[in-house]
């Protein structure tokens, strides 16, 4: 598990000069939230950001190990009932969670860098979702 230099962090805010442009940025480190997600600053735009943005993770008040360990206890097939269970949080939070986590490059970097997942979850955990989703979809006859 590499950390992210901010050489790599792009400014998310559109209507900055340096959207998602890597020359002449200028972004820095300004703390940490409460959940141990790192907090950026745009010295251009003047906006706040946080490393999970364009995540599922994003605006989740969850720690990585609370995370790590939903997608772990989703990956071995638990129910969302069984999982409010173990880790204490509601059923909502945490189907939020699993519906909002969509295949992306971006996602699928943030879930093996910094939650801990492997490649190999990564790609049972899109098959589960997918699975899941298309059985949401199906209308009752």
Known sequence: MQPKKTDEILCPNPECEYYL????????????????????????????????????????HLSKDKIRMIYRLFLEKNGIRSIERITGHHRDTISNLLKDTEKNEQTEDYLINKIGLTAKECDKLWKLLEMKKGKSRKSPK
């Not at 002449?24 to 010295?43: L, S």
């Open 21 to 60: 442009k890597a020359e002449g940025k200028a972004i820095v480190k300004r703390g940490k939230y409460k959940t141990g997600h790192q907090r950026y600053y745009c010295k251009h735009c003047g906006k706040y950001f946080m490393e999970t943005s364009g995540t599922a993770i994003y605006r989740k």
